[in-house]
């Protein structure tokens, strides 16, 4: 008798019905990306676009139109709304228009932005203040705005589009990068606050070739094979997340950073002491240097307390055999190296004669805390 077939389990389909969302700068790519999912998944959206440039500059409703005829094309439902996110009295009217249209807000995806680029010694103040103005003041009072309908309703999300230029960094982006890490203070903050209300917020830091990657150099053949790789990485990749984070489903995700890249999601780590130090009646600067200090701020021969470089990996420099933590990074890679097809040896997937099978680490992990006394 032939076994009976087994029952395959089929994923319930995630949806936003009788759910309304706002999308700021849904004009175009990431933007429009997930105000067309959003609507896919049942919500009604409010779509934000200025019609600007890349730099802010001119403004147009078409952008804005083209995101509405794609949603009502599928049979979705959206509005047009083109107040300027980085002004306090647009972005009251932009929640209104959402609660005269629809009734109520349930969802906020701040994801308006600009670009104003240059070196940090060459930078405007005027270049500075335009981008945080849209980036992060603009996720404020949006939110701001959403806030009193969100408390009221006991209910909402707020998905807010952060940068690895903001969580890592990046060259001359000085205030697209202090944006970019402030939405992450803010969104922590909202969290905290706004958790007794019902009220989440997660931040997402999106890759995608677009306006605002689509002037990476191009000048030589490596160049122009990145490139080509991160146009794969299109804009649609990054809006699963948004419509999951926004969904019941999630009502246990907040004060959570996300990233996307291509086919991957990644949760990122949370801001947390990574060593300490402790010395019984305080410290000398001398002291400080001499056993606070990474080795590769200091470049010498003395042993530390906190052995990291500015990667975060800790130096094995100590003894006779001292280096700069920066060379022991490169010896903590080849060492990781060395373990992965050590342990490919002793799976026996090798392929090759005389497998090593290396012996067990089994020492202790060092202790977090170093007291000096």
């Known amino acids: 008798m032939n076994p009976a077939p087994r029952s395959r389990t ?58 509405q005829a794609m949603i009502s094309a599928a049979g979705g439902r959206a509005v047009i709304n083109t107040d300027n996110v980085s002004e306090w009295d647009s972005a ?6 959402a609660v005269a249209a629809f009734g109520r807000l349930d969802i906020v995806v701040n994801n308006a932005g600009i670009l104003r680029d240059a070196f940090f010694h060459k930078m405007t103040p005027e270049q ?11 996720s404020f009072f949006v939110s701001r705005a959403a806030a009193e309908v969100f408390r009221k309703q006991e209910s909402g999300v707020f998905v807010h589009m952060t940068s690895t230029s903001g969580l890592i960094g ?15 203070g803010l969104s922590k903050s909202i969290a905290l606050d706004m958790h007794r209300f019902g009220v989440r917020s997660n931040c ?24 080509e ?16 984070l926004a969904s019941d489903d999630a009502r246990a995700i907040n004060g959570q950073v996300f990233a996307v890249r291509y086919n991957e999601i990644v949760l990122m780590s949370q801001s947390r002491p990574l060593r300490s130090v402790q010395r019984d009646g305080g410290w000398t600067a001398e002291q400080i240097r001499d056993h606070a200090f990474p080795h590769c701020c200091r470049r010498c021969c003395h042993s530390t307390a906190l052995r990291t470089c500015s990667l975060g990996i800790p130096s094995n420099s100590t003894g006779r055999n001292r280096e700069p933590a920066t060379h022991a990074c490169r010896r903590i890679r080849r060492s990781a190296t060395r373990r992965a097809r050590g342990d490919a ?21 060092r202790r977090f805390r170093t007291v000096l006394r």
């Not at 990046?170 to 992450?184: D, F, P, T, W």
């Open 92 to 97: 009251q009217r932009i929640v209104a228009s």
């Open 128 to 138: 500075w203040i335009s981008v945080v103005n849209v980036h992060l003041n603009g």
């Open 204 to 227: 997402v830091a999106p890759f995608a070739w677009g306006r605002m990657t689509g002037n990476i150099p191009t000048d030589t053949p490596d160049q122009v094979a990145r490139v």
């Open 10 to 67: 089929v994923a319930a389909a995630m949806t936003l019905a009788n759910k309304v969302a706002i999308v700021t700068g849904a004009g175009g790519g990431i933007g429009r990306a997930i105000a067309l999912a959003l609507a896919q998944a049942g919500a009604a959206l409010v779509i934000n676009d200025t019609g600007v440039s890349l730099s802010g500059e001119g403004g147009s409703a078409s952008p804005a139109q083209q995101t």
């Open 229 to 244: 790789k991160l146009k794969r990485m299109t804009p649609e990749k990054n809006a699963p997340l948004v419509v999951a």
């Open 345 to 365: 040896w002793q799976r026996g997937d090798s392929g090759g004669a005389g497998q090593h099978r290396p012996r067990p680490r089994t020492h202790r992990r």
């Open 170 to 184: 990046n060259v001359a982006q000085a205030n697209y990068s202090a944006a970019k890490m402030g939405l992450v």
